[in-house]
């Protein structure tokens, strides 16, 4: 493939302005969830959650997988952690805690269980006659009411969340040292435990009683740790954000209040529970989301790539996150999509009931994986995060999911060596429909400019046409891009000249490909003493170096926080 060469057709336009548009913009949305290979990813934030960890039981590490495998209670979250923490309380958080640490990953994320019963000591599969309350089950009670030992009592029956708080924090310090946690989720997907957790949740949650346990639990990571992020309500999906996926008592509620859905019910109940505790309950509205996009096939996420409708599907459902005149093929559009796009209508809650909330998406996935177009999906999708100023987000990674760990190697470590985009978003606008474009600098540096463009044609190289707006002289491209048939980042063929701030190139079908542009540095002065050796390159000059990214190479490097904007087409 020939780069930097023009097709014969016109050029996407770009224009990049330095000086404009700056926000800042979270590393943390660079994240991934546990299971994903901490070695081929540098990830900024790790999050331990899932349907397990609502059952999971910290003083034995016996969990139980509902729904997902017959009710079974065993030690399967032990089965691939570290040999010295499978005989410890909490052993597997205390492992996720340190693989988080060895991959160089700052900000963690840990489940605490609000369920309301976890597994006992008893394995194997737990029928409908020994459902919770039973001895399969020990009891959740948030505060022990007593002194904390150096190990739990396991001869009780009951689990305390505040003596796991404590343990954890004589093992890892409190959220403001280095090991400590960072944050804690409270539970996961409440929505859906009548059925992963029917043993247990045996009635559908109410909206009632979903803000009950919320409010004691996140009290008491308060009141532990008060430095901790809390995150909720980990909601499932579009049903959910919608009616608490048809809550008993939701009804009666929207109608009495005149709430939109159940997120403002929920952002004005912590708010409110916020003034009357005196302290911040909810740091972090939480959100799940996988695409219920269809391809030409009818099936959600599917692996047809030799379809380009099915591709083509993939490409265009982000768009049901911020464009308002995309219609994704869904169920969710067959009902009326009252609340798509969804970061504007999240955000409309957000100023109206809980401003300056947070917002995480502590799990989602488009789909594509193991190809190219799920590598340029996932680069959109943290493009679009960093636009509309998410803080958190951590994919749920499936058996493969090489190309999208190298979308997110593109924002945190595009050269192998710890470089990623800068921290401040800028202006970016282009004339095409078929690219985006995230630009950033680094503060307030203007010096150096990091663009990343998408490429959503299936079967063309597109030339592009990219004019940085900036009273700085800019001279040299570096070219990185994320293409083809290899999730590995390849350094490619520089720009060539750059010519009153502009430049050309031909961008890769199906990619994303990042210009590193930057102002000449002044050449350093050589004392006459020193001499220099010439050293030939062994591709006879050519500067397209492919090379395998991961998150080892940058364990230890100071690496600057990411940003990016999402380029706006011109009207």
């Not at 030690?75 to 005989?87: P, R, V, Y």
């Not at 959220?175 to 043993?199: C, M, Q, V």
């Not at 499936?398 to 990623?420: C, K, R, S, V, W």
Request: hydrophobic share 35%; proline share 4%.
């Amino acid at each position: 493939m020939s780069m930097g060469v023009f097709a014969e057709n016109e050029p996407v336009k770009i224009t990049v302005a330095p000086s404009e548009g700056h926000k800042a913009v979270s590393p943390y949305i660079y994240g991934v969830n546990s299971g994903a290979d901490l070695s081929a990813v540098s990830a900024k934030s790790f999050r331990l959650g899932g349907n397990r960890l609502s059952a999971y039981n910290w003083e034995n590490n016996v969990s139980n997988a509902g729904s997902d495998w017959k009710n079974s209670s065993d030690m399967h979250l032990i089965q691939n952690i570290a040999d010295k923490f499978k005989l410890v309380p909490a052993g597997v958080i205390l492992n996720a805690a340190d693989e988080a640490k060895r991959g160089g990953v700052p900000y963690t994320l840990i489940t605490l269980q609000m369920l309301g019963y976890t597994s006992s000591e008893k394995k194997g599969n737990v029928h409908e006659d020994a459902a919770a309350p039973s001895d399969y089950w020990f009891k959740v009670v948030n505060r022990k009411g007593g002194e904390f030992g150096e190990k739990p009592n396991r001869d009780d029956d009951v689990v305390y969340m505040d003596e796991l708080l404590n343990y954890l924090i004589t093992k890892l310090g409190k959220s403001d040292t280095e090991t400590g946690i960072k944050a804690y989720s409270l539970d996961n997907e409440p929505a859906l435990w009548h059925h992963t957790h029917s043993l247990v949740q045996r009635e559908q949650l109410t909206c009632s009683e979903l803000i009950e346990k919320s409010v004691d639990l996140a009290s008491v990571v308060k009141e532990m740790d008060g430095g901790a992020e809390v995150f909720g309500p980990a909601l499932f999906g579009y049903s959910a954000y919608d009616s608490l996926a048809g809550a008993p008592d939701w009804n009666g509620i929207k109608q009495e209040n005149g709430y939109r859905w159940f997120i403002d019910f929920y952002l004005d109940e912590m708010h409110k529970a916020e003034t009357v505790n005196g302290t911040r309950l909810l740091d972090v509205l939480d959100l799940h989301y996988y695409t219920e996009a269809k391809g030409a096939c009818g099936e959600r996420s599917c692996s047809h790539y030799d379809n380009d409708e099915c591709v083509k599907a993939r490409l265009d459902s982000v768009r049901s996150l911020y464009d308002p005149d995309y219609r994704e093929n869904s169920w969710i559009i067959d009902t009326g999509a009252v609340f798509f796009p969804l970061l504007p209508n999240v955000q409309q809650s957000i100023d109206k009931y809980y401003p300056g909330i947070k917002l995480a998406f502590s799990e989602y996935n488009f789909g594509g994986g193991d190809h190219i177009s799920g590598g340029v999906c996932e680069a959109d999708m943290l493009g679009i995060f960093a636009e509309y100023g998410v803080y958190f987000a951590t994919i749920w990674s499936f058996d493969q999911n090489e190309y999208q760990l190298g979308a997110i190697n593109m924002f945190t470590n595009y050269d192998g060596e710890g470089n990623g985009f800068g921290d401040t978003l800028v202006k970016s606008e282009h004339s095409d429909g078929d690219i985006s474009v995230y630009s950033s600098i680094d503060g307030e540096d203007e010096n150096t400019v990091k663009i990343i463009v998408t490429n959503r044609s299936i079967h063309d190289d597109t030339p592009v046409s990219i004019t940085l707006s900036s009273e700085n002289v800019y001279g040299s491209a570096e070219v990185y891009s994320l293409y083809g048939d290899s999730p590995m980042i390849r350094r490619l063929d520089g720009v060539g000249e750059i010519s009153e701030n502009s430049f050309t190139y031909t961008l890769p079908a199906l990619s994303v490909t990042e210009f590193v542009v930057s102002v000449p540095q002044k050449a350093p002065e050589i004392s006459s003493d020193v001499v220099s050796d010439s050293v030939g390159s062994e591709n006879g000059g050519s500067n397209v170096l492919p090379f395998a990214i991961g998150g080892a190479a940058a364990v230890g490097a100071a690496i600057a926080v990411t940003a990016v904007v999402r380029g706006k087409k011109k009207k």
